[in-house]
């Protein structure tokens, strides 16, 4: 069960991220000047390595997708930098990143909202190769067909329109998409969450299967823990636009040091009758990213919280090898 | 320990619910007998589409055009709901049956403040004044932990949270004290966090009101947590029925078998999940015989052939345990290549 984590700790880094921001304006008024910003994401940093799924977990509005898209800057980040295989991507150029773009796709939550409704998905698929301008369209067709079979459709599915496809085909469409290019890494952004648990299960086994054999590196988004505790080799928490805890799966399950995260553990609801669990059940909701609580962003709502939490926020800081955390606790 | 002697609250017999769509007849419901007893949680699990939201639907009379209920009956103490007229389900619902519903947001009214909302149940159903009306939803908001409740009370839905909205539709639910709470997947538009709240929130309602629950949902964790008992559905149809120990620790039938596989177990990490090959069937055209068969592996292990040409029945598997599969079932021709453990009364 260790082996690939621990693989995966020889690996080069594939993806470094240093102090990545994106605040969203809100404007309004007579000169529609800014009121105030959204915090979505603040100065987050963290690597992701060759061959590896980073898993991204956190609740809604905490700033995931978001983080997601900057990546892949189709969201322009506000300041930071983003190093992929040694190219800074946050000063590249449109025509550079275009080329770029091939090393780097996206898999979206809701496949139907991301296919052309009246594109046959056999054009669809191979639309990306298209846009770079590779190979003649029967060329393109007959890869369609290859990527198509590898996500376990047919080949007459081809013809077919996006409606005549069930959620999970659809998924496994844009899994097809966004492999045409032969990337290098993905961004699966809740690529699940929409589907049925007995459908979520191939297309996860697929996403696995599809990694070892290609040697993808995903980042995983999500926000159902157990989903991201089964596909990831390493797994960020996010609370409020930053990273709380950074670390294996298996000590991240094993020994959570975040208070946020053990709640997230304590909060999910497990299928096992017998099991009893303490509950930690945390008080009040999250709070919104506009403006957001000083300190550390969830002494709100943290059981453990004393005077230093609300006065200065915590930084990231490894604990323990391989282990990070942003926690007063900790320190 | 399933020795229920005492009488059930609601029992849903061969309720059949069709669905009149241009694209043929849609039967959502297809014969479900059910039974809920005082005080208990019955949790209903299925996929999307497989006809549990009609069921509860179906129960508080709120199934429109297209759809009907075509035949069966639901018996909630001791009266037929099915023939009741609109003038006497004005009575039954939201008084002694009651509905949480998944988006809170939308089942609020957006331009009435949440007080006024509560005490319109009490206004309707107990002849409460406005003064008196106010009062007891205050009441109502605090008991469901809305905080700072005298000032949230004259909130509108949209100044509240997902989390906040579920809370107010509970204490409206809760407003008259009824028999039955029928929860519509209630928790799955909310985070995590804030689903463990609501979770605790109708455990505690329900011990406070005695109330029996229809907890409906697609998550077998929520379900191990809160249900006593579980019905499972697949295309329109009950296929497996039993205590909540004995569905995770014993479960029958191939698709109950398939579900819990297939989903990750947070500490229980596994290389492979378990995986249904191919979809749902569709509602308007379902295939011949058992609904599950065309993605059965259990048929194919056997090699089966009745299980594509005959519709099997809910059989009781062993006391308080059944299941609807010809793994367990004999017809004519056909023996059973599993049996099923006789029942107490067999025995002597």
């Not at chain 1, 086994?205 to 054999?213: A, D, G, M, V």
């Not at chain 1, 299928?271 to 957001?292: A, C, F, H, M, Y």
């Not at chain 2, 959502?28 to 005082?38: I, T």
């Amino acid at each position: 069960m260790d082996t690939p984590s621990t693989k995966a700790e020889r690996k080069p880094d594939l993806l470094v991220i240093k102090d990545l921001v994106k605040y969203f304006p809100i404007r309004g008024g007579l000169f529609k000047r800014t009121k105030a910003v959204v915090k979505a994401v603040d100065q987050v940093s963290f690597t992701i390595r060759e061959g590896e799924t980073l898993g991204l977990v956190g609740e809604s509005g905490c700033g995931k997708t978001t983080l997601g898209r900057c990546i892949l800057r189709l969201e322009e980040p506000t300041s930071g930098s983003i190093n992929f295989m040694g190219q800074e991507l946050v000063k590249l150029g449109s025509r550079s990143m275009k080329e770029l773009r091939r090393e780097m796709q996206i898999i979206f939550q809701d496949p139907i909202a991301s296919l052309d409704p009246r594109m046959p998905i056999g054009n669809s698929v191979v639309e990306g190769l298209a846009i770079q301008n590779i190979g003649t369209s029967k060329e393109r067709f007959e890869i369609a067909i290859k990527m198509l079979r590898k996500v376990g459709l047919e080949d007459y599915h081809a013809r077919r329109y996006p409606h005549e496809f069930s959620g999970g085909q659809r998924q496994r469409i844009g899994i097809a998409r966004a492999l045409t290019l032969q990337p290098k890494f993905l961004v699966c952004d809740e690529p699940v969450s929409a589907l049925d648990v007995s459908i979520q299960s191939q297309v996860l086994n697929i996403l696995k299967e599809l990694q070892r054999e290609l040697g993808l590196t995903y980042l995983f988004i999500a926000h159902n823990l157990s989903v991201v505790e089964h596909i990831s080799d390493r797994v960020a928490v996010m609370y409020l636009g930053k990273i709380v805890e950074i670390t294996s799966r298996k000590e991240l399950y094993l020994n959570p040091l975040h208070p946020y995260t053990k709640a997230l553990l304590a909060a999910i609801p497990i299928p096992d009758p017998t099991l009893q669990r303490e509950r930690l059940v945390l008080k009040g909701d999250v709070p919104s990213p506009i403006n957001p609580p000083s300190g550390c962003r969830f002494h709100t709502r943290c059981p453990f919280v004393f005077d230093r939490c609300s006065q200065e926020a915590p930084i990231l800081r490894e604990v323990k090898p391989d282990h990070q955390v942003a926690c007063w606790l900790t320190e | 320990m399933a020795d229920k002697i005492e009488q059930p609250l609601l029992d849903i017999r061969n309720l059949k619910t069709y669905f009149y769509t241009e694209d043929g007849v849609v039967k959502a419901v297809d014969g479900v007998d059910l039974q809920v007893f005082p005080g208990e949680v019955l949790g209903l699990v299925g996929e999307s589409g497989c006809g549990k939201s009609v069921t509860s639907l179906a129960v508080m009379r709120l199934i429109s055009q297209p759809g009907k209920i075509v035949e069966g009956e639901i018996v909630f103490d001791g009266r037929d709901l099915v023939r009741l007229d609109e003038p006497e389900l004005m009575k039954i619902r939201g008084n002694r049956i009651s509905m949480i519903f998944q988006q809170p947001q939308s089942a609020l009214n957006p331009v009435f403040r949440v007080a006024d909302q509560i005490s319109e149940v009490l206004d309707v159903h107990q002849d409460l004044g406005k003064e008196a009306g106010r009062a007891r939803a205050i009441e109502l908001l605090k008991l469901v932990g809305i905080p700072d409740a005298e000032s949230r009370a004259n909130a509108f839905p949209h100044e509240l949270s997902g989390g906040q909205s579920q809370r107010v539709m509970i204490a409206m639910a809760l407003a008259c004290v009824p028999d039955m709470l029928i929860a519509d997947e209630p928790t799955t538009a909310l985070d995590v966090t804030i689903q463990a709240q609501i979770l605790n929130l109708i455990r505690d309602m329900r011990e406070k009101f005695g109330s029996s629950v229809i907890l409906i949902t697609h998550d077998l964790g929520v379900i191990a947590e809160m249900a006593e008992r579980v019905a499972v559905m697949y295309a329109g149809e009950i296929v497996e029925q039993t205590d909540v120990q004995t569905l995770f620790k014993n479960p029958v039938h191939p698709y109950t078998q398939g579900l819990i596989g297939s989903i990750p177990v947070l500490g229980k990490v596994r290389d492979r999940l378990d995986v249904i090959p191919g979809t749902v069937p569709n509602l308007v055209n379902l295939p011949p015989g058992c609904r599950f068969a065309p993605r059965c592996q259990a048929r194919k292990e056997h090699n089966l052939s009745i299980c594509t040409e005959k519709r099997p029945s809910l059989q009781v598997y062993e006391e308080g345990h059944k299941v609807r599969c010809w793994l367990y079932e004999d017809a004519g021709q056909h023996e059973a290549p599993k049996k099923a453990k006789k029942t107490a009364k067999e025995k002597k």
